[in-house]
C-alpha cells in the first residue's frame, strides 16, 4: 500500500511541475503534506510508525526536516554564491578559460572547454556557466569547425558533474548531510569522480558527437554571432580583469581548509593543533574565510561595490535554497512514514547492490521531476538507512548517489532549455549532446564508485 503511495505522490508531483507549471518549491511541499496525510491514513486502525502517527506529527515533520535541510547547507551556499560572483565580476573566470585554451590549443579545445567548465562550474550556477561560454564556444565551432553539439555536451556535463557531486554546491551538501558523512573526505573522493564523469561524459563521448556531425556534414549557423559579440563588448569595462591563478585561488583557499580540516585527524590524530584545524575546516568558517578573502583580492578589479555583490549573491540563492530545503521535507516525509524503507527493500529483493540501487532511485527521480536537486535530496533521504547498513561506504553510496542526478535531462528540467537556447541547438541536437552525455557521465561515476567499493579497506576514508 505504502508503495502505492508513493507511485501517486511522484505522480502528482510530475504533474503539477510539468503539467500546471507549478514552482518546484511549493510542488513539492504540496506532495510532502499530501503523502503524509495519505501514508497516515494507510495507518487507519493499525500501528503508525513511531513520531508519525497524527497529523500534526505530519507538519513536524516537514518543518524539522525543512529546517534541519536549510540547517545544514544554507550558509554555505549563500557563502558558495558570492564566492563565484568575485570570480565572475573580476573578470577572473575569463582569464582562467583563456589560459586554459592557450595551454592545449584549438586542436583540443574540448579538453579546454571541459575543464574550464569543471572549474567554473564549482562556484557558479550552470545557466550563468551557459551565458559566460556561448559566445566564445560560437567563436570557436566556427573558427574550428568543431560540433556545437559536441561543445554543448562538454561544458555541460563537465559543469554538472561539479554541481552533483562538488561542495560548495547545494545538492552534494544535502547528500552530505542525509548520508552524515564527512564532507572533507566526500569532497576528495567526489571531485575525482567528477573528473572521471567530466572526461568519459563530456570529452570522449562528445568527440563521438563530433565525428558524427563531421561525417554527416552537419552546419550551424552563425548568423547573429557578430552581434552578441558586439553587445558584450560594449558591456565591457575598462578596468584590468584579475589573473587566472589569482582567481583560481578565490576558490582553492576555502576547499584547502575544508580538506585540511578533514584529512588532519587521519595524519595527526593526537596533536594540540588538531582543534584549530578542525574549526578552521569546517564547512562553514572555511566558506566564510574564502569569501573574506575573494572580496580582498578582487576589489581593485570590480566595477561594483563589495556590498552590492554580496546582496545580488544572497537574493540569487534564495529559491535554491527553498527548492532543497522543500526536498530535504519530502524526502523526510518519505523516510518517517516508512515509504523509504518499502522502496529499499523492494530494491534490494532484486538484489540489486546498494550502489547501483542508490543510481537507479536518484535516476528515476532525476528523470521525472527534472531536477538534479530534487532528485539527490529525496534518494539521500530515502537510502539513507540502507546505506549504513550496507557495509558499503556512505560517501561511496552518497557518490553513487550524485551520479544518478546527471544526465536523462528531458524538457521537463529548465536546463534543457538553457543549454537548448544559449548555445543555439534545437532539441535533438540537446538530446544527443547534453541529455545522453550527461547519462553516459552518470553511468562512467557510477562504475568508478563501484571500483573504488573494491579497495574501501585500503583508501584512507572509506570506512
Request: glycine fraction near 12%; hydrophobic fraction near 55%.
Amino acid at each position: 500500500m505504502l508503495l502505492l503511495v508513493f507511485l501517486i505522490s511522484i505522480a502528482v508531483l510530475l504533474f503539477c511541475i510539468i503539467k500546471i507549471k507549478l514552482n518546484a518549491f511549493v510542488a513539492l511541499l504540496v506532495c510532502a503534506y499530501g503523502t503524509g496525510l495519505l501514508a497516515l491514513a494507510t495507518y487507519a486502525g493499525g500501528t503508525a510508525p513511531e513520531g508519525f502517527a497524527s497529523i500534526a506529527e505530519v507538519t513536524a515533520c516537514i518543518t524539522n526536516n525543512f529546517g534541519s535541510t536549510l540547517g545544514s547547507i544554507g550558509i554555505v551556499t549563500g557563502l558558495g554564491v558570492m564566492l563565484g560572483m568575485f570570480m565572475y565580476e573580476s573578470g577572473g573566470i575569463d582569464n582562467i578559460v583563456d589560459k586554459v585554451l592557450k595551454a592545449v590549443g584549438s586542436k583540443r579545445s574540448q579538453y579546454a572547454v571541459s575543464v574550464a567548465g569543471f572549474i567554473t562550474g564549482i562556484p557558479v550556477f550552470g545557466d550563468v556557466v551557459y551565458i559566460m561560454f556561448a559566445p566564445m564556444l560560437r567563436v570557436l565551432s566556427r573558427k574550428t569547425g568543431y560540433s556545437m553539439a559536441a561543445y554543448g555536451c562538454a561544458i555541460s556535463v563537465a559543469t554538472t558533474c561539479t554541481f552533483a557531486l562538488v561542495l560548495p554546491t547545494a545538492p552534494p551538501l544535502a547528500v552530505a548531510f542525509a548520508m552524515d558523512i564527512n564532507v572533507g573526505i566526500f569532497f576528495f573522493y567526489a571531485l575525482i569522480s567528477a573528473f572521471v564523469g567530466m572526461f568519459v561524459g563530456g570529452i570522449v563521448y562528445g568527440g563521438i558527437v563530433n565525428k558524427q556531425d563531421q561525417k554527416a556534414g552537419k552546419t550551424w549557423d552563425f548568423s547573429d554571432l557578430d552581434a552578441e559579440l558586439a553587445e558584450n563588448a560594449a558591456k565591457a569595462s575598462g578596468k584590468p580583469k584579475m589573473g587566472a591563478m589569482k582567481a583560481l585561488s578565490i576558490l582553492l583557499v576555502p576547499i584547502l581548509l575544508i580538506l585540511i580540516g578533514s584529512f588532519s585527524s587521519l595524519l595527526i590524530p593526537e596533536s594540540s593543533i588538531l582543534p584549530v584545524l578542525s574549526f578552521l575546516g569546517d564547512k562553514n568558517v572555511a566558506m566564510t574565510i574564502g569569501v573574506l578573502y575573494g572580496a580582498f583580492i578582487s576589489r581593485p578589479y570590480l566595477n561594483r561595490s563589495i556590498t552590492e555583490i554580496m546582496t545580488e549573491g544572497a537574493d540569487k540563492v534564495g529559491l535554491i535554497l527553498l527548492i532543497t530545503g522543500a526536498g530535504g521535507a519530502y524526502g523526510g516525509v518519505l523516510k518517517a512514514c516508512g515509504i523509504a524503507n518499502v522502496i529499499t527493500d523492494g530494491l534490494q529483493g532484486f538484489h540489486m547492490p546498494i550502489l547501483v540501487m542508490c543510481f537507479v532511485i536518484a535516476q528515476v527521480l532525476r528523470i521525472a521531476t527534472g531536477s538534479t536537486t530534487v532528485a539527490l535530496t529525496t534518494t539521500s533521504a530515502i537510502v539513507s538507512t540502507a546505506a549504513a547498513a550496507s557495509g558499503v561506504s556512505p560517501i561511496l553510496c552518497a557518490i553513487a548517489v550524485c551520479a544518478g542526478g546527471i544526465g536523462l535531462s528531458l524538457p521537463n528540467d529548465s536546463g534543457f532549455w538553457a543549454i537548448s537556447r544559449f548555445f543555439h541547438l534545437n532539441e535533438i541536437d540537446t538530446i544527443r549532446g547534453w541529455t545522453l552525455g550527461g547519462f553516459v557521465a552518470g553511468v562512467a561515476i557510477l562504475v568508478f564508485a563501484c571500483v573504488l567499493s573494491l579497495f574501501q579497506g585500503f583508501l584512507p576514508g572509506l570506512i
